[in-house]
């Protein structure tokens, strides 16, 4: 599942059903609510949603934590955040110069988002901690799924 793209409005109106505290389950209500008039589109000045969630890139998890009084039963949980999306590199290796072989190119994603959190990226920094050659030593090669997405 995908842990670090910001809430969404939806994710925030089913913590505000949770919440049991009436301050908490207010403010989740306010940061839900959705402004679909003409002059919303123009200027998101003074979305509750945007000025304190997707600017900070808050998470889920994060909202969470802010509003203890919203628990949220696992199952429920898992099912309010959306599939890990596929992360695409491309190949950076010959297959004339190493056609046993393929190589990939990885920038590793490391840095703090708006809200002060660590954010690391799933994939790059998974690639980065596994070994460069495998197999390591003599072992038995570890088995690597690979999804080539024609271009």
């Known amino acids: 599942v995908e842990l670090q793209q910001p809430a969404s409005r939806a994710q925030l109106r089913a913590l505000s059903k949770l919440a049991k505290d009436p301050m908490e389950k207010s403010k989740l209500e306010r940061l839900s609510e959705c402004d679909s008039s003409e002059s919303a589109e123009r200027s998101r000045r003074g979305d509750a949603y945007v000025e304190e969630v997707l600017n900070k890139r808050r998470t889920l998890l994060e ?11 696992l199952g429920a949980l898992l099912g309010m955040l959306p599939p890990m999306k596929p992360r695409y590199y491309s190949i950076s290796s010959s ?11 990885v920038s590793v994603v490391k840095g703090q988002s708006p809200s002060g959190r660590q954010h690391l990226g799933a994939c790059s920094n998974h690639l980065k901690n596994s070994p460069r050659v495998w197999p390591i030593d003599g072992a038995a090669p570890l088995p690597t799924a690979v999804f080539v997405k024609d271009t």
């Open 95 to 105: 297959p004339r110069v190493s056609p046993d072989r393929v190589s990939i190119t």
């Open 63 to 73: 909202m969470l934590h802010e509003f203890p009084s919203a628990r949220v039963p």
